[in-house]
């Protein structure tokens, strides 16, 4: 009987789990290496669209996430008091998105990886990979496997190391995430998803995201340029100023947020030699579409498929790239657009050319959910 092939991945963020279920169930011995002493995410909330939740429902971390995340009966948009869109989601005839905090669904994962036996060291940072796959660890621990993959994110040593060619771009906003109590905002409308614009004197958004029945989370968009507004902790009243009906939850934020701005990186190519890098170490992308970990874990899972059906590990690289790169620069590029426009303050447009990853039945899933 063969060895099972093995691989060495970097970062257990959604990537990296992702990567490691889906190559485990197809077989292989992984192990996943984690810079943090704990296995935790950042505490903010993500959006899941219908592509994420079936690739959730393939790995077998479905039914965790379910249990606990926010589906809104609707997603609208409000930009100086006027509604500018409104879609029904989450009922017969529309669109699924769900929304959760990020431990949850990372927790949903991690639960998955380690119900199929993927091993995960903590404290372990990679320092870089070789084409012939080498994993290299600050340690000074070079680790061989078949297939390396570099799942650790927008600061990728992995990718850094082999010197990927690439282009970078940092946009003029960027996003403060917070969680905080829903306070009084509960019920009807208040448990839509409402994607809140100021646009007269200063220009300013809060994607108002239910998370749950007692927890909120708040995208707040703001320029660099106005320090006022994009400053940590957040000062209630510069917001409350241009959303004074959110000034219930404004009010409790405390000194929790961080600000970070959006940006966009765009890889030649996906793979180099033995090395593959998944989601934002390869395509990082502003939120603008709420589809980063749905590209993610899509591209991560399409990358285990690609290995089941051909013959090498550089012919699955190949085919992988072949078949996937082809929505997620789409996708990344429109995210890229909402993101220099602002054009979203006119409203969500449910067409094909904004939400045609979140429409996409991934490679390797199935139409039908688990029972």
Not at 116 to 133: H, L
Request: hydrophobic share 40%; net charge negative.
């Amino acid at each position: 009987m063969s060895k099972p092939r093995h691989a060495e991945i970097a970062g257990a963020g959604f990537a990296g789990l992702a990567s490691a279920i889906a190559l485990r169930q197809r077989g292989w011995t992984v192990r996943v290496h984690e810079s943090s002493p704990e296995l935790r995410a950042f505490g903010a909330g993500i959006f899941i669209w219908d592509n994420g939740l079936h690739v959730l429902d393939t790995l077998g971390a479905y039914r965790d996430v379910i249990d606990g995340a926010f589906a809104a009966p609707a997603y609208e948009t409000r930009t100086d008091g006027e509604r500018k869109s409104f879609q029904r989601v989450n009922s017969p005839g529309n669109l699924r998105v769900l929304t959760m905090t990020r431990q949850h669904l990372y927790q949903a994962m991690l639960n998955a990886a380690l119900r199929v036996g993927v091993e995960i060291r903590t404290d372990s940072a990679a320092a870089g990979a070789t084409p012939e796959g080498e994993l290299l660890l600050a340690g000074g621990e070079r680790l061989a496997a078949d297939l390396v993959i570099g799942a650790d994110g927008v600061k990728s040593k992995v990718r850094e190391s082999l010197g990927f060619p690439m282009d970078r771009h940092i946009y003029k906003d960027g996003l403060i995430r917070v969680l905080c109590e829903r306070a009084t905002l509960k019920g009807g409308e208040w448990d839509h998803v409402i994607d809140f614009w100021h646009t007269r004197g200063r220009t300013l958004r809060i994607l108002y995201t239910p998370c749950g029945e007692n927890l909120l989370y708040m995208a707040m968009m703001a320029p660099l340029n106005d320090p006022e507004a994009s400053s940590i902790p957040v000062k209630p009243d510069v917001w409350a100023q241009c959303f004074p009906q959110l000034r219930p939850v404004l009010e409790i934020l405390g000194d929790s947020g961080r600000y970070d701005l959006y940006e966009k990186t765009v890889l030649r190519s996906w793979a180099q030699g033995r090395v593959a890098v998944v989601g934002d170490s390869a395509h990082a992308m502003p939120p603008t579409l709420a589809q980063g970990a749905g590209c993610a874990i899509m591209n991560a899972l399409g990358l285990a498929v690609a290995m089941d059906e051909t013959d090498t590990v550089e012919e699955g690289l190949a085919l992988w790239q072949q078949r996937e790169r082809p929505l997620t620069d789409h996708t990344q590029h429109r995210a890229a657009e909402l993101a220099e426009s602002r054009e979203l303050a006119g409203g969500m447009s449910w067409d094909d050319v904004g939400l045609r990853a979140a429409r996409h039945l991934p490679t390797g899933t199935s139409a039908a959910f688990s029972a």
